[in-house]
């Protein structure tokens, strides 16, 4: 095992923590100053070597802490490094956390806590390196449960193959993760993937970006265009949601897959296709086929190969892997350092059902990037929407005060994590799910009128918002205004900020003020902390 590196310029604290440490059986190394740590650090870097954990204090003679920490995480990202500091030093921790610290040692320390917090931080180290390897190893997909297990074998049966393969399964699931597997590992690998979506294109337009169109064949094709087909020419064409495709436009992809030619819009010429297809859905295809939604020939040629992908709620195993994975590569898009998450949070994010599969899993590991507080992620850091769903005590309708539905999991995608709808508004009012962002909690934290019981639901915030500044003004609290505005412009600020991940310019052309008003408005409303 690595050792764990212990920087103080003070003999005392080395000699406690190298003693309480070998008694752990953890090997420990001192140094008394960073440049002493950096110059190791290089030596080590030359033989692979370098520690476990790095404990550093703030302030030492021939350099700071801090410095150190910038140094060493610049060099090891994954390393965790421990920072200790006396009582005046913490807003130096504060500084510590931001540049990526594991936890800070406040020093005088209580032995057995300091061993305890470092035997945590080494689980912390090994279990990033699992993570790491096994990343590079899977790059294309992530699954250690039975269900995936069998989707790659089925992934390596076909990698020889030119078949018709056709992928069924929940949006969100990863389905074009699968195709483009299918095409990596295919003998047409060197050729062109090409996927388009057949239910986001309007009906007009599909058959022109499918089969492409001749100059003039209608208003605005000055020129010729050459469809997805063409494009995919020697490669895979994936065709997500095929389930939605219009019947008249199924007859013409029937043709293509059954003879292998077609021909473009307003064209004379037909086009050989040397195209593998793969198709997707998340619609029950034998039932559309039923209802006489989809052609019956075109699903018998389709359905050659049927690869039926999980739901995330089918493979809960999986869930901390990803959400690492996820973490990382949101840390990587936004030019920050990876945060980590406690076994607790991983733990009650692998027991809810996501709705919205992998791609929601994504989306919450991408807003907890921008959003949690500290570098390790902990319980009380998770959306509301993972959150269990508070009991809440029923009320008549005239005493009613608006209360958000539970937060059940009914997530669009479009917001990170959050769904845009009226009960995200609502989110904080009395007799509702968890604060939105508890760091703003104290400033949106709903007050109840002294005998005035939640209600169970209401039909619209603008009703609840009604009731409430009713109970309010009856029970003579003062500065309704103020108070219900604040909470008001809170809310709104804050899913605007979700829907732009943290980007406040953007959040505030889309809510239609300037730029200075939502800085002002985040200053005033105590939203920055």
Same mark, same amino acid.
């Given at each position: 095992?690595?050792?764990?590196?212990?920087?103080?310029?003070?003999?005392?604290?080395?000699?406690?923590?190298?003693?309480?440490?070998?008694?752990?059986?953890?090997?420990?190394?001192?140094?008394?100053?960073?440049?002493?740590?950096?110059?190791?650090?290089?030596?080590?870097?030359?033989?692979?070597?370098?520690?476990?954990?790095?404990?550093?204090?703030?302030?030492?003679?021939?350099?700071?802490?801090?410095?150190?920490?910038?140094?060493?995480?610049?060099?090891?990202?994954?390393?965790?490094?421990?920072?200790?500091?006396?009582?005046?030093?913490?807003?130096?921790?504060?500084?510590?956390?931001?540049?990526?610290?594991?936890?800070?040692?406040?020093?005088?320390?209580?032995?057995?806590?300091?061993?305890?917090?470092?035997?945590?931080?080494?689980?912390?180290?090994?279990?990033?390196?699992?993570?790491?390897?096994?990343?590079?190893?899977?790059?294309?997909?992530?699954?250690?449960?039975?269900?995936?297990?069998?989707?790659?074998?089925?992934?390596?049966?076909?990698?020889?193959?030119?078949?018709?393969?056709?992928?069924?399964?929940?949006?969100?699931?990863?389905?074009?993760?699968?195709?483009?597997?299918?095409?990596?590992?295919?003998?047409?690998?060197?050729?062109?993937?090409?996927?388009?979506?057949?239910?986001?294109?309007?009906?007009?337009?599909?058959?022109?970006?499918?089969?492409?169109?001749?100059?003039?064949?209608?208003?605005?094709?000055?020129?010729?265009?050459?469809?997805?087909?063409?494009?995919?020419?020697?490669?895979?064409?994936?065709?997500?949601?095929?389930?939605?495709?219009?019947?008249?436009?199924?007859?013409?992809?029937?043709?293509?897959?059954?003879?292998?030619?077609?021909?473009?819009?307003?064209?004379?010429?037909?086009?050989?296709?040397?195209?593998?297809?793969?198709?997707?859905?998340?619609?029950?295809?034998?039932?559309?086929?039923?209802?006489?939604?989809?052609?019956?020939?075109?699903?018998?040629?389709?359905?050659?190969?049927?690869?039926?992908?999980?739901?995330?709620?089918?493979?809960?195993?999986?869930?901390?892997?990803?959400?690492?994975?996820?973490?990382?590569?949101?840390?990587?898009?936004?030019?920050?350092?990876?945060?980590?998450?406690?076994?607790?949070?991983?733990?009650?994010?692998?027991?809810?059902?996501?709705?919205?599969?992998?791609?929601?899993?994504?989306?919450?590991?991408?807003?907890?990037?921008?959003?949690?507080?500290?570098?390790?992620?902990?319980?009380?850091?998770?959306?509301?929407?993972?959150?269990?769903?508070?009991?809440? =005590?029923?009320? @008549? *309708?005239?005493? +009613?005060?608006?209360? !958000? $539905? /539970?937060?059940?999991? &009914?997530?669009?995608?479009?917001?990170?994590?959050?769904?845009?709808?009226?009960?995200?508004?609502?989110?904080?009012?009395?007799?509702?799910?968890?604060?939105?962002?508890?760091?703003?909690? =104290?400033?949106? @934290? *709903?007050?109840? +009128?002294?005998?005035? !019981? $939640? /209600?169970?639901?209401? &039909?619209?915030?603008?009703?609840?918002?009604?009731?409430?500044?009713?109970?309010?003004?009856?029970?003579?609290?003062?500065?309704?205004?103020?108070?219900?505005?604040?909470?008001?412009?809170?809310?709104?600020?804050?899913?605007?900020?979700?829907?732009?991940?943290?980007?406040?310019?953007?959040?505030?052309?889309?809510?239609?003020?300037?730029?200075?008003?939502?800085?002002?408005?985040?200053?005033?409303?105590?939203?920055?902390?």
């Amino acid at each position: 095992m690595k050792p764990i590196w212990i920087v103080d310029d003070d003999q005392s604290i080395r000699f406690v923590l190298e003693k309480a440490l070998l008694r752990e059986d953890l090997p420990t190394r001192s140094f008394t100053n960073p440049r002493e740590v950096l110059a190791a650090l290089e030596e080590d870097d030359a033989d692979g070597q370098g520690p476990q954990v790095l404990v550093s204090d703030i302030r030492m003679p021939g350099g700071s802490g801090l410095e150190l920490l910038d140094k060493v995480k610049a060099k090891h990202p994954g390393l965790p490094v421990i920072i200790m500091t006396a009582f005046s030093d913490l807003d130096s921790a504060v500084s510590a956390f931001q540049g990526g610290a594991f936890e800070y040692l406040p020093k005088p320390f209580d032995l057995p806590k300091a061993v305890e917090l470092i035997r945590r931080a080494v689980e912390e180290s090994q279990r990033e390196e699992v993570i790491e390897e096994r990343i590079v190893e899977t790059p294309e997909m992530l699954g250690q449960a039975p269900a995936m297990q069998d989707v790659f074998r089925a992934i390596g049966r076909l990698s020889q193959s030119n078949v018709t393969v056709l992928i069924t399964g929940e949006s969100g699931a990863g389905k074009e993760l699968v195709a483009r597997a299918l095409h990596k590992h295919s003998p047409r690998s060197n050729g062109p993937f090409v996927a388009i979506n057949t239910a986001a294109i309007p009906k007009d337009l599909l058959e022109s970006e499918l089969f492409g169109h001749e100059r003039g064949a209608f208003t605005g094709a000055q020129t010729m265009r050459r469809g997805r087909f063409e494009q995919a020419e020697g490669g895979t064409l994936f065709l997500d949601e095929i389930g939605d495709m219009p019947f008249d436009l199924q007859t013409r992809l029937l043709r293509v897959l059954s003879d292998g030619h077609f021909y473009r819009v307003g064209g004379h010429s037909a086009v050989k296709a040397n195209v593998r297809v793969i198709a997707a859905t998340h619609q029950h295809l034998e039932q559309r086929v039923k209802e006489g939604i989809f052609r019956e020939d075109l699903f018998h040629r389709l359905n050659v190969i049927r690869l039926r992908l999980p739901a995330l709620r089918e493979r809960r195993e999986d869930v901390p892997a990803l959400t690492r994975h996820f973490l990382q590569q949101s840390a990587k898009q936004l030019g920050v350092e990876p945060k980590r998450i406690s076994e607790a949070a991983l733990g009650l994010l692998s027991t809810f059902s996501f709705p919205g599969n992998v791609r929601q899993l994504e989306n919450i590991c991408h807003w907890l990037t921008v959003m949690a507080p500290a570098q390790v992620i902990e319980l009380k850091d998770l959306p509301p929407e993972v959150m269990p769903a508070p009991a809440v =005590a029923p009320a @008549a *309708p005239e005493t +009613a005060i608006l209360a !958000a $539905p /539970a937060a059940s999991g &009914e997530h669009t995608g479009d917001l990170a994590p959050g769904a845009a709808s009226s009960t995200a508004l609502s989110a904080d009012f009395p007799g509702t799910a968890p604060d939105a962002v508890r760091s703003y909690a =104290a400033s949106t @934290a *709903p007050v109840a +009128a002294p005998g005035v !019981a $939640p /209600a169970s639901g209401a &039909e619209s915030w603008e009703l609840g918002l009604e009731q409430e500044a009713k109970a309010l003004l009856e029970a003579g609290h003062p500065d309704v205004w103020d108070q219900l505005t604040r909470r008001f412009e809170s809310h709104l600020i804050h899913v605007a900020l979700l829907n732009t991940r943290g980007r406040r310019i953007e959040a505030a052309q889309k809510l239609g003020i300037g730029r200075n008003t939502i800085t002002r408005k985040i200053q005033e409303l105590g939203l920055e902390d």
